[in-house]
């Protein structure tokens, strides 16, 4: 393992370099909260910078960026970040926001040429952060200049549109230059994971020992996180795309973490307790433990068989918790509506 102090800005624009955000991590998740603490942090350097009474201009600490190198895209050279995400996607969000509403062409492409793209990159339109399969169109269409689909990364990016011109109008000495000077003091503790045989480092045991920033890991993330993790990254792209994402994820949706606590509880013939993505639980953690436990003893390693056993659940698992099922359950009209009543008698009106 290798620790280097540096700039997120010195991150991001690394000669001929790309990083790619694993499939199956999770989504872009800050919002109102976290993108108002990252702006005031911006705005406290900002502040530092200008008042000339200060000798030592104030600095950040943003956290940890855990990255291993992976196979080269095009001429660029890739790496996987581990840990991270969120944080430069959302740096990248507030770069593209304060590069919309700049007017100095020269400027604008500056951002684009030195954070935004890279023209060694192989992913598409030569874009240097590969993000998650969930957020890629969004972010896509932000750096490309268009309008991107609703959901968090939008989201964020009108949030920062809006916090950027309310100082720009309010506090007139507060200039373009400023802001990418504050966003070079945002320090960040990166660190390399060694990929030698018997040398490197698990990069399970090192995701799972950083905290998220602001939005905790609930058991489904870290259920997903821990099957997919070690693979290759095209092994990763592929199982998440083609059976993850479509025949787990999008049937469960938000019911995700109740079905692995669920799916143990059946497995295992016990009961387990309840666990929340609404709220800080401290249940996440000891489910996840017995998960982990349960996988090695049953399965014997063997993430394959998992994901082949769960999809084999999962959509016994929407019946029972659907209030109306439309996928059909029996080939048989009949037995399928009444099939499709008992359920819904049993699991829903009793």
């Not at 016990?270 to 433990?289: G, P």
């Not at 209030?323 to 009106?349: C, G, M, W, Y």
């Given at each position: 393992?290798?620790?280097?102090?540096?700039?997120?800005?010195?991150?991001?624009?690394?000669?001929?370099?790309?990083?790619?955000?694993?499939?199956?991590?999770?989504?872009?998740?800050?919002?109102?909260?976290?993108?108002?603490?990252?702006?005031?942090?911006?705005?406290?350097?900002?502040?530092?910078?200008?008042?000339?009474?200060?000798?030592?201009?104030?600095?950040?600490?943003?956290?940890?960026?855990?990255?291993?190198?992976?196979?080269?895209?095009?001429?660029?050279?890739?790496?996987?970040?581990?840990?991270?995400?969120?944080?430069?996607?959302?740096?990248?969000?507030?770069?593209?926001?304060?590069?919309?509403?700049?007017?100095?062409?020269?400027?604008?492409?500056?951002?684009?040429?030195?954070?935004?793209?890279?023209?060694?990159?192989?992913?598409?339109?030569?874009?240097?952060?590969?993000?998650?399969?969930?957020?890629?169109?969004?972010?896509?269409?932000?750096v490309n200049g268009t309008e991107p689909i609703p959901g968090n990364i939008k989201h964020s990016y009108k949030i920062f549109t809006?916090?950027?011109?309310?100082?720009?109008?309010?506090?007139?000495?507060?200039?373009?230059?400023?802001?990418?000077?504050?966003?070079?003091?945002?320090?960040?503790?990166?660190?390399?994971?060694?990929?030698?045989?018997?040398?490197?480092?698990?990069?399970?045991?090192?995701?799972?020992?950083?905290?998220?920033?602001?939005?905790?890991?609930?058991?489904?993330?870290?259920?997903?996180?821990?099957?997919?993790?070690?693979?290759?990254?095209?092994?990763?792209?592929?199982?998440?795309?083609?059976?993850?994402?479509?025949?787990?994820?999008?049937?469960?949706?938000?019911n995700s973490s109740k079905f692995y606590r669920d799916y143990l509880q059946y497995k295992m013939a016990t009961s387990i307790k309840v666990v929340s993505d609404e709220k800080s639980d401290s249940n996440t953690?000891?489910?996840?433990?017995?998960?982990?436990?349960?996988?090695?003893?049953?399965?014997?390693?063997?993430?394959?068989?998992?994901?082949?056993?769960?999809?084999?659940?999962?959509?016994?698992?929407?019946?029972?918790?659907?209030?109306?099922?439309?996928?059909?359950?029996?080939?048989?009209?009949?037995?399928?509506?009444?099939?499709?009543?008992?359920?819904?008698?049993?699991?829903?009106?009793?």
């Amino acid at each position: 393992m290798q620790t280097e102090s540096q700039s997120i800005s010195d991150v991001i624009m690394r000669n001929a370099t790309s990083f790619f955000i694993p499939p199956f991590q999770r989504a872009y998740a800050w919002g109102n909260p976290e993108i108002q603490r990252y702006y005031d942090d911006i705005i406290r350097i900002i502040e530092s910078d200008l008042d000339s009474s200060q000798k030592d201009k104030l600095e950040h600490f943003f956290g940890t960026i855990v990255i291993k190198k992976g196979q080269n895209a095009g001429l660029a050279n890739k790496f996987v970040v581990v840990d991270g995400q969120q944080r430069l996607t959302t740096t990248l969000i507030f770069l593209i926001a304060l590069r919309d509403i700049e007017d100095d062409t020269t400027r604008k492409q500056q951002i684009t040429e030195l954070y935004l793209k890279n023209n060694a990159s192989n992913f598409d339109d030569k874009i240097k952060l590969k993000q998650v399969t969930k957020d890629w169109d969004a972010y896509k269409a932000l750096v490309n200049g268009t309008e991107p689909i609703p959901g968090n990364i939008k989201h964020s990016y009108k949030i920062f549109t809006k916090l950027i011109r309310d100082t720009k109008s309010t506090k007139t000495d507060i200039e373009f230059d400023h802001f990418i000077t504050a966003i070079k003091r945002f320090n960040v503790a990166v660190i390399f994971l060694d990929e030698r045989p018997f040398k490197g480092e698990d990069p399970q045991i090192i995701f799972e020992t950083l905290n998220s920033l602001g939005k905790p890991l609930v058991l489904s993330d870290l259920v997903r996180n821990f099957i997919l993790l070690r693979l290759d990254s095209q092994i990763q792209s592929e199982l998440y795309e083609k059976i993850w994402q479509p025949k787990i994820e999008a049937i469960l949706t938000s019911n995700s973490s109740k079905f692995y606590r669920d799916y143990l509880q059946y497995k295992m013939a016990t009961s387990i307790k309840v666990v929340s993505d609404e709220k800080s639980d401290s249940n996440t953690k000891e489910v996840y433990q017995i998960f982990k436990q349960f996988f090695a003893e049953k399965f014997k390693g063997s993430k394959e068989d998992f994901v082949y056993d769960i999809v084999r659940f999962v959509p016994w698992y929407d019946w029972i918790i659907s209030d109306i099922v439309t996928a059909p359950i029996s080939t048989n009209p009949i037995n399928d509506k009444q099939i499709k009543e008992l359920l819904r008698n049993i699991f829903h009106d009793i």
